[in-house]
Each structure stands twice: as structure tokens, then as C-alpha cells.
């Protein structure tokens, strides 16, 4: 590239042509190609504003080889053919029709193609097409990498009604007393919510049996729900894991190695519901920090689990533990026992989170070559407790996310329903595709490999950072090491499919 003639045309570059990437290259295409076609060239060009020339721009610019003459937005020999400061698509667009410069099949495609480009390679683009028509049909190849909208099928299970007898295993049920309990702790839940998605519960649950019997209990079920099966598109496939209560050791104050801050919910802290908004935020949530003085309040991400690590938090402490590794277990779980030196056991619950993503450090860990699958947490605990303090550290960052909890004065965990967990019959679900407080029939892969598959009634009582999807769960397997074995070791395929009471028949929506 001649220095001497760099000087003199790349300002001239800089003014005229966008540099966006590959809508660069679509727009300039064109417009090479028409100036090979047409003998009269335009005098005008709009101005587009382009921080850095490409080489590209420079040659395309070589390759017209004339002067342009680089005008102002509002300056153009027609102001009413191009309104510069109009960002709307179909405002341009429908002066250009009404110019006669497209016609109605032309303006479709152009319409298509150039609304997913950035608004001021547009405007360059909408010039373009003004002077050489046909360039709309190169300009459909600016959208390939440009995001599109999912389906609907995409983003919404699918609710097929099927019989009973459709549900693998069904017949197999045993109907035996932690069904019962699970179910009356769910039903006293659902007795204390209001609302239509309440009524049909609580209608059923009026007949539920009050104390335990197979028979009664299988009568209940199959005269009261209707079934429907579950499916992301075609696909009833998907992912499902399993998660326990840990229990940590843990002293009321900072001694020896008991250095670990297991943090209540910080007073700072604050969820906001955007659903009360907009309407179409409906079940969006966000967790953020307070800043600033009372009268001028601001919302800021949360420090993340790096910075909590390295800062006592404004929040109380419910325990010092001398194991990171538990403690980071103990905050993918959501809950768990801090057992203290005295034989004390005090059950700690989820109350809250950083609001930053969950990251997978088993995943992390996978793609840097340092485990390999099946991936599960019996290897993620191995690898981490060879690591040195720092670098442990280190590691645990990986995963930006932090639980904050509260003490539980009950007979077991609590989910995100409110209801008491029962071992091996609540599955944490993404509610967005199973409504809270639902009955679930549950087909999946055990994971200890040769023991008969996971096929029961559980109900939906509780939600995790990870379990997000059309067709994802989380089994919750209670206390204790046999619990621990059986979660870690958890990965299976598996379905799923909802029964819904049968005073609403139609497919949940």
C-alpha cells in the first residue's frame, strides 16, 4: 500500500465506507460490481462514520477510482430519499418504495437482509440498493451470522396427553409411605397459595387419604390426574442429575483451620422481580447489590465468588468451616447439616444468590484436558484436593456463582416450592417447562450401572442454578453417604411427563 496515496485516500475511506465485518464486504460488493456495470457514477455518497479503514475499504475505494465527494447526513441531493437520522428499517424502507427504486418482491428480500445488519451499515447499504437494485439479493448472506429467533417449538415443551399405561414402569410403582408423605407435605403447600393454578390442587387434595395405603393411594392418583408427556420439539430426551444434603464440619467462631465463612443472606443483597415491569419479563428475576446514599439508590451486580473469597461480606455468619471443598460442594447442593464440635447438627437452607451464571467446574475441568468423562463429583473432589490453597482457590473461582443461606428449623431441607423434601421422591426442574409443586412421572437411567432404572412419581418442589431446559431434572436423594454416592455419580438419560389434576384437562400451558 503506497504511503504517499494511503494519506490522501484512506480519510476519504474512513467517511465512506462502514467497516462492520462481513457487512462490509456485502455492501462494498455490490456497489463494485455496479460501478463496473454503469458508465455514470454517482457524485454522492453518504457518510457513514467508520473508526478505522479496512484493507478491504482501501482497495474497494482503488478499484472505483474516482473522488468522491463525502457529504454531511441532511446534505444529500434528496433529503426526503434518505432520512439519516431515522434508525427504523421500515421507515427507509418505505421511502424507497415510495422513490419507485424496489419493487415489492425486492423491497421483501432487502427488508430481510438488511435489518439484521448495524444500524449505520444500513444506511450506507440502503444507498446502495437506491442506485443498483439488485444488490438486495447479495446482501441476504449479511445474515448468517446474525442471531435468529427460536421457534416456538424451540423454547416451549410440547404436552402430548398419553394413558397411563404410556408411562414406562408405571405398573411397577410401589406406592409405599414416602409417596404419601411427599404427597401430603406438597398438598399443604399448595393449601396455602392462592390463585387459579392453585384451585385444581386444592381440589384434589381435599380427597387425598389421610394416612397411608397403597391401594387407596394408587385409586387417588389415577382417578384425579390426567398424564401428558414432556418433550423439547421431538425430542423427550434430556438430562438428569441428582443432588443430596451434605454435611460439613463447622465451629461458631474462626479457630485453627476453621477459617471458611459460611455467610447467611447479605443485607445488601436484593432480588427484583422484572415481571412486575412488563408483562413479558413474567418469571425473570434478578439478584443485585445496593449502592450509593438512600436518596440515590443504584442496582449493581453482585461481587462474584472470586471477590467474596477475599472480603467479609455485610451479612451474619451461621458457621466457620475447615473445608472449602465441602463448603463449595455444600453451595451446589443449596443445603445442607453444619456439624459442630459438640454433636450439635443444624440444618442450613438456600436463601439467596450472587445472581452471577453457574459454571459447570466439572465441564471447565473436562475441556482443559485435566478430567475425563463421564465427568462426575467423586473425580471433581479428587482432582480439587490435590491442589495447593491458592490454586484450589483458583479453581473454585471458576464457578462465579455463590449461595448465601438460612438456618432450618425443620425436619429437612425446604425447596424452592416451600415444601420439606423428601428423599427420592423431589426433583428440582427448570419451572419454566414444570410448574412448581407438579406430579411427575420420572423415566431415567439409575446411576449405579445394573440397578433396575429411576421410575417413580416425584414431585417438582424445588429449582438449581444448573437446571435449566425443556427436559432436565434433579433427584433429590436425600442424607448421607449412600445419598452423596448416588448424586455424584448421577448423569442419566431419562424423560419425563406431568400429570396434571384432572379438573384441568388441557395441556398445561
Known amino acids: 500500500m503506497p504511503p504517499a496515496k494511503r494519506s490522501k485516500a484512506m480519510p476519504a475511506v474512513r467517511k465512506i465506507l462502514p467497516t462492520h465485518g462481513p457487512s462490509c464486504a456485502i455492501c462494498t460488493t455490490p456497489t463494485l460490481i455496479g460501478f463496473w456495470l454503469k458508465p455514470a457514477r454517482p457524485k454522492t455518497m453518504i457518510q457513514a462514520f467508520s473508526p478505522q479503514p479496512s484493507l478491504w475499504d482501501y482497495l ?43 419493487t415489492p418482491r425486492l423491497s421483501l428480500m432487502f427488508h430481510a437482509s438488511v435489518g439484521c445488519l448495524p444500524s449505520q451499515a444500513q444506511q450506507y447499504c440502503f444507498l446502495i440498493v437506491k442506485i443498483f437494485p439488485f444488490a438486495a439479493l447479495l446482501l441476504l448472506s449479511a445474515c448468517e451470522t446474525a442471531p435468529t429467533k427460536p421457534s416456538a417449538d424451540m423454547t416451549t415443551p410440547t404436552y402430548t396427553p398419553v394413558a397411563f399405561d404410556d408411562m414406562p414402569g408405571f405398573a411397577a410403582e410401589t406406592w409405599d409411605e414416602s409417596l404419601h408423605t411427599a404427597f401430603t407435605k406438597n398438598c399443604a403447600r399448595w393449601q396455602k397459595k392462592t390463585g387459579d393454578d392453585a384451585l385444581p390442587w386444592q381440589t384434589v387434595c381435599a380427597t387425598l387419604p389421610a394416612t397411608h395405603n397403597a391401594a387407596a393411594l394408587q385409586q387417588w392418583v389415577v382417578q384425579n390426574f390426567a398424564p401428558f408427556a414432556v418433550t423439547a420439539g421431538s425430542n423427550p430426551f434430556g438430562l438428569f442429575t441428582g ?195 407438579s406430579l411427575v412421572w420420572l423415566d431415567a437411567a439409575h446411576p449405579d450401572e445394573g440397578q433396575p432404572r429411576l421410575q417413580r412419581l416425584m414431585l417438582a418442589q424445588d429449582t438449581g442454578g444448573a437446571i435449566k431446559g425443556m427436559v432436565r431434572g434433579d433427584v433429590f436423594w436425600g442424607a448421607g453417604e449412600a445419598a452423596a454416592h448416588n448424586a455424584g455419580l448421577m448423569q442419566s438419560q431419562g424423560r419425563y411427563f406431568v400429570l396434571r389434576p384432572q379438573v384441568t384437562s388441557v395441556a398445561p400451558h
Open 60 to 102: 474497494t475505494l482503488k478499484l472505483l477510482s474516482f473522488p468522491p465527494r463525502v457529504v454531511a447526513p441532511g446534505k444529500l441531493r434528496s433529503e426526503s430519499m434518505f432520512k439519516i437520522r431515522e434508525t427504523a428499517t421500515e421507515k427507509r424502507l418505505n421511502l424507497l418504495r415510495k422513490q419507485g427504486a424496489i
Open 243 to 437: 443432588y443430596y444434603e451434605p454435611q460439613i464440619a463447622a465451629a461458631p467462631a474462626p479457630v485453627g483451620n476453621f477459617q471458611h465463612p459460611i455467610y447467611a443472606r447479605p443485607t445488601d443483597l436484593v432480588q427484583v422481580d422484572l415481571g412486575a415491569f412488563r408483562p413479558e419479563w413474567q418469571g425473570e428475576k434478578i439478584w443485585g447489590q445496593l449502592m450509593g446514599a438512600p436518596t440515590s439508590l443504584t442496582l449493581a451486580p453482585y461481587p462474584d465468588r472470586a471477590a467474596i473469597a477475599t472480603r467479609f461480606m455485610p451479612a451474619s455468619i451461621l458457621g466457620f468451616t475447615d473445608d472449602p471443598i465441602g463448603l463449595f460442594v455444600l453451595h451446589i447442593q443449596g443445603s445442607g447439616q453444619l456439624r459442630f464440635a459438640d454433636g450439635t447438627i443444624t440444618r442450613i437452607g438456600y436463601d439467596g444468590v450472587n445472581g452471577r451464571p453457574y459454571v459447570a467446574l466439572g465441564k471447565v475441568l473436562r475441556e482443559r484436558g485435566l478430567l475425563e468423562a463421564p465427568i462426575n463429583m467423586p473425580k471433581i473432589r479428587a482432582f480439587l484436593a490435590t491442589q495447593p490453597p491458592a490454586q484450589l482457590q483458583a479453581w473454585l473461582n471458576e464457578n462465579p456463582s455463590y449461595v448465601f443461606f438460612k438456618t432450618n428449623a425443620g425436619e429437612g431441607p425446604v425447596g424452592s416450592f416451600q415444601a420439606p423434601l423428601t428423599p427420592g421422591r423431589a426433583l428440582a426442574v427448570d419451572p419454566k417447562s414444570i410448574p412448581l409443586g
